[in-house]
């Protein structure tokens, strides 16, 4: 009992503190990822297929990591019982109760290593399905020995002068096994933040997105700048900020490359008021990974925002069955009220081919007309795609709307489409910000006086990297997916 | 009350079920009069049943009831009596009641506790017809989906009671490069000799042919001919069966609640011969969009859809994309002579167009009286358009009655797909009339007069089946009796490799131009659709 209880002690305070530290967003990702309903019939599907009901209770368990604690907590409490299990199965002393830990270990790495394929795996529930199995195993596997006792030999008594080996090695074993599982966790920063702002943005907190990618070390990932963006958007702020915040286009760590649409596709679209190709991506994913919550949700969003009653109530049904989805309809008035506005659009035939960020900066920015916020959508995307056909338009239809305070990253283009083009349409600069004016004039005098474009990059970053100029000059091969 | 049945609730419905079995519900002989209106899903009330149909099982919704009891009565009173708010009927009891009652009324009292009184409801009622209901049906179940697809199945139900099997799944082959489409199941006379066929795509294609035990697999596509066959239809009496070759794809509505269209872009019709395993063009023309082909019952006329289509724009994407609500499809047939086993000129049968209209799926009643198709505003795959509705149209030419819709079977929402029973009284069809999104299907009594009745919906054990499935049913079919292969045959079958058909010219008399010559350069595709895979 007395080295049972520091390798316990030990175990569950690495668990613990990789899944509720790092990790804690990828559990409440994998919770939302389950697909698990708590009635009778749900039940009665499962257990029609083979090993159901091992496969439903794993289901259960997993959906438990909607409330990080609770899930790790249940995972930790699993995987000692894996432990335990071997050394009454196994009968093994307590010096040697070290060897238990390496199958935990093992299958707790099994889940934290996936990363991003916790999209696309087809498995039910990944995290808890092979801890039943082996649990269940190594429990039929101590029965038949406690049947059998009589000729069961391998148990290992060790003698007073191998007790210290026994130990040593136990822990060596036990020590090894965590670094590995540690090492093997996928910890990548950038997957995590991603999460961080995917669930930030389900929960309305724009600022919090905001805070992230300001934070943010590593050069970001689309969907990082997508999700900053609509934080921008959402905030107001984006006419102002969105080329002050980290731009970049870095590999996700992972084979393939549809992660912004699987992470993010069906929440962008809806944001975006592209609700068609919300509700679609979202019932394209439960085709191919079942009834999980993360899509139910946006199937229930949709139809509430089509006016499609009965569909969102048949949607919202499913979701009271779960354990922890029922509260939809929170902050869904506002969500609604902020939505509406991008849908006073004529409705068209189209296709993104899965490219959703290229899809929606083209959609928007070759459209015409529609609401306040869709015109200053426009024009931003027409700022990001370098297609400034319709800017001018757009900025003078918006000029009266900004009551005096123009948004920086308009005055910057503004200033920069009169010195390409020649004749704007705006005839008073005094518009324009004094100092935006004056950085502009000392741009285009340094850019003048230092000649090759690459090389402009590297010393005008430090004072024009925030601005649209320097976005339009001197950004660009970014991958948008 | 709430829909779902929690685990936690098992222990009182088990409870509930002691109790009723201890001591049946009886009558309560004191009660007031109501004029509320049965809150209940689904409701079925006034709808004609068949003798033989398993039990309309419902749910009773009105809120703030202590006590429910139902009664399920002849005209003499004798019945059944159910407690509780799901009512759930026992077969056993249900249809000796429907054996009493055939060919005249079913009554059902709904009793209600209300604040210790007991509210009775208004007595609603069932027409029991003579005629029985073709005893199997069988379907395809899948999500409502757009260009993925998986645990398609293909399933046998049985409408005297609550039996439903699968008869083929398509998880079985999937890799993860290619996945497996099934699609319909198409008895011949239904199945009447155990004869049927369905569709099985990307993964060990072809199109699988069953005959008692027998399962055989061909590949229908010929390099002469548009895709493998699609909408099939087998001819009453001779081996052959008529096929749309389609060249399909899916574009996606931005912000239309009817979410997505599926529109042929080219389609023409085929002849297969299944004795002489050869394939024969029935139509084949760039500039008709030929579908939805099927035989009279005496086997002499072929009915199928067609619409003229007139480029606009040189790239066929970017013109039906933006004009898909103008490609109307008619009604056409071409008369076969049985002996030479060629077809007719082509004759028209129903001008949709002339009253911007757009049919599809014509269907002949089996007494050759009557052609039922699904009329909508445009196009022809109906089950996503809200305008769909059935209509029928006599072909008996001593009625001077034109085309019109089946007012008691239709709703606001789609209908779409329906079939005719053996013996022509009863129609099966798709509606998505319960949320716009999910097809139900729904079985309407056809009367001697050319009128349809209210529709009820396939009996189900419990509601929740329905309220609960995210899942349609999708091509329904009567059957006489089961498919007999089991799915372990089938696979067999599947896993075989397939007889290839070889290409016999055209099937008419009097061929015509051919003018597919024409079709391959001059139609482009822009990419922006998602091809389906025939």
Known sequence: MKFRLPFTLVFVAFALILLLGPLQPYLRETGALTPFYLTGISLGEFVSHPYGLLLYVASGMQSCFAIPWLGATLFTASLIAVAYAQKWAFRLNDNWFGLCWVIPFWLLVNYTKMGYLIYTTKAVAPAFTPILQVLIGVLLLGCLRVGLSHWWMLSVKATSSRRVIAIVVSVLIFLSSAITAYSNSFRDVNFLNSLRMKHAAEAGEWEQILQIARDGEQEPTRIQVCLTRLALFKTGRMGDELFTYPEGSAQYNATQNQWLRLMVGPLLYYHYGKLGFAYRWAMEDMVEYGERPAYLRYLYSVAKLNGEDALAKRYERSLARTLFYKDIDKNKEQEISEISPLLNYTDQLDGDNGLVEFYLLHSFTLSEGGSREMVELSLMDGLITKNLTGFWPRFMALLPTWKGHIPAHYQEAALMMAQLQGNSPLSDFSVIDPTIQQRFQRLVETSARMGDNTANATALRPEYGNTYWYYYFFVEGLKTN | ?534
């Open chain 2, 1 to 534: 009350m709430n829909g779902h049945v929690s685990i936690f609730s098992i222990p009182a419905i088990v409870l509930t079920m002691v109790n009723l079995c201890g001591c049946s519900p009886s009558l309560p002989t004191t009660y007031e009069e109501t004029i509320w209106e049965a809150d209940v899903a689904p409701n079925n009330f006034g709808a004609t049943l068949p003798p033989n149909i398993a039990p309309l099982n419902f749910k009773i919704l009105q809120g703030e009831t202590s006590e429910a009891i139902t009664h399920l009565h002849s005209r003499n009173k004798e019945g059944i009596i159910v407690g509780g708010w799901d009512v759930c009927f026992d077969e056993d009891d249900w249809h000796k009641l429907l054996e009493q009652t055939q060919g005249d009324t079913l009554y059902c009292d709904i009793y209600l506790k209300v604040c210790n009184v007991w509210k009775h409801l208004p007595t609603q009622h069932f027409l029991i017809a003579k005629e029985p209901i073709d005893p199997y049906i069988t379907y395809r179940l899948i999500r409502p989906s757009y260009v993925t697809y998986e645990e398609l199945t293909i399933n046998e139900r049985c409408l005297e009671n609550f039996d439903e099997r699968v008869i083929y799944e398509n998880m079985r082959f999937e890799d993860s490069d290619q996945g497996q489409c099934i699609n319909c199941h198409m008895p011949r006379n239904w199945n009447r000799n155990a004869q049927s066929q369905f569709h099985v795509r990307q993964a060990l294609g072809g199109t699988v042919f069953i005959h008692g035990n027998e399962v055989t697999k061909v590949n229908l596509k010929t390099d002469s001919t548009l895709s493998a066959g699609v909408y099939s239809s087998w001819h009453p009496t001779l081996n052959l069966i008529a096929y749309s070759v389609n060249e399909t794809g899916q574009v996606f509505h931005t912000l239309d609640p009817q979410k997505v269209e599926v529109i042929d872009y080219a389609s023409d019709l085929i002849l297969y011969d299944t004795e002489a395993n050869t394939v024969q063009h029935i139509e084949r023309t760039a500039s008709e969009f030929e579908s939805f082909p099927t035989w009279s019952p005496d086997g002499r006329t072929l009915y199928y859809i067609s619409a003229h289509y007139t480029p606009r724009l040189d790239d066929i994407d970017a013109d039906l994309d933006t004009n898909y609500d103008l490609l109307h499809y008619n009604i056409y047939a071409r008369d076969f002579d049985l002996t030479t086993r060629r077809f007719g000129p082509r004759r028209p049968v129903f001008n949709s167009e002339a009253i911007g209209k757009s049919a599809s799926v014509p269907r002949v009643s089996p007494d050759g009286k009557y052609l039922l198709f699904t009329l909508a505003d445009y196009g022809q795959f109906h089950i996503w358009h809200r305008s769909a509705d059935l209509w029928i149209l006599p072909l008996d030419n001593k009625q001077s009655v034109a085309a019109q819709p089946l007012q008691q079977a239709n709703s606001l929402s789609s209908e779409s797909y329906h079939t005719w029973s053996s013996n022509g009284r009863w129609i099966l069809f798709s509606s998505r009339r319960d949320d716009d999104n999910y097809t139900r299907l729904y079985i309407s009594y056809f009367d001697e007069k050319g009128h349809a009745h209210k529709p009820f919906r396939l009996p189900q054990q419990s509601v929740d089946c329905d309220n609960f499935l995210l899942r349609s049913y999708n091509a329904a079919e009567f059957l006489l009796q089961p498919v007999q292969p089991s799915q372990g045959q089938l696979r067999k079958a599947v896993k075989a490799n397939a007889r290839h058909a070889t290409y016999a010219g055209s099937a008419l008399a009097q061929p015509e131009t051919d003018s597919i010559k024409n079709r391959i350069p001059q139609f482009t595709s822009n990419g922006r659709r998602e091809s389906i895979a025939y």
